[in-house]
């Protein structure tokens, strides 16, 4: 069965799969920024700034030169902003602890920030053609569906099992990217197309209804919401801004009775490296990192022209 499901599976992704500009670059460089870029966030969205992102920073050694500012900026509207600055860490490290080649090994790519276990594996896969398995909740969910049933749940080292063992080592890019594929396009969670599904002679849960709608969170006025408004508001100012100048640019009915709050906000947001706060002159002033300078010299080079 698994030769058969492997098959199928590769041959439906040679006719289907989307034209992805990630997917016309082997660069482990290029792959990096594209999965880190995919995390929480949908590939359509994704791929203007991946383009103009690489466009800007096409190596490690000129995002690892850029400011953090420049780097957050240039991510703006993309969301879940500290992914811009592991990405920028990332980069960093790189260039000081290995000469700017992204690692070739799982676990020293484990060690640079914001890459786990899945993004070690797509960036061994795609960027340096190892045969490697590895998974994130659409994979998992495909593997289950196709071999296990609808209703089995797996720990992760039982999925770290299954996947390796029905990766064919030979076929390890297509493969995975296969997987992606399908559970982005066929395999969804609530309402799978099964019937466009080229394994569904051999899946074991075809037909199934799919997992039951989970109830969202509201955004608008949550925390992650207001902490977007404040990495927005600063974007177009590079000299910062007032604490109370932040708060009426990121709500309307916001009042120095609301001071307390917005200072709970930006401190975590500068213990994460996303903002810089500090008293001048007397007043409260919020900026990005770096000012808006760049140019930040890394790993003992000539900056870029």
Known sequence: MIAEVQERLIEWYRREARDLPWRRTHDPYHIFVSEVMLQQTQVERVIPYYERFIARFPTVESLARASLAEVIRLWGGLGYNRRAVYLWRAAREVMERYGGAIPKDRRELQRLPGIGRYTAGAVLCFGFGEPVAFWDTNIARVLTRIFLGPEVRLTSRELDQLAESVLPPDRAYEWNQALM???ARVCLARRPRCGDCPVRGLCRSVGTTGEPRRRSERFTGSR?????????????????????????????????????????????????????????RGEYVVRLPGGGKTGDSCGGGTSEK
């Open 181 to 183: 594929e399908l559970g």
């Open 224 to 280: 992650r919401y207001y902490r977007g408004r404040i990495i927005e508001a600063l974007r177009g100012r590079w000299g910062g801004m007032r604490l109370d100048e932040l708060g009426w640019a990121i709500r309307e009915d916001y009042t120095p009775a609301h001071r307390a709050w917005l200072e709970r906000l930006v401190t975590d947001l500068a213990r994460e490296g996303l903002v810089e706060a500090a008293e001048e």
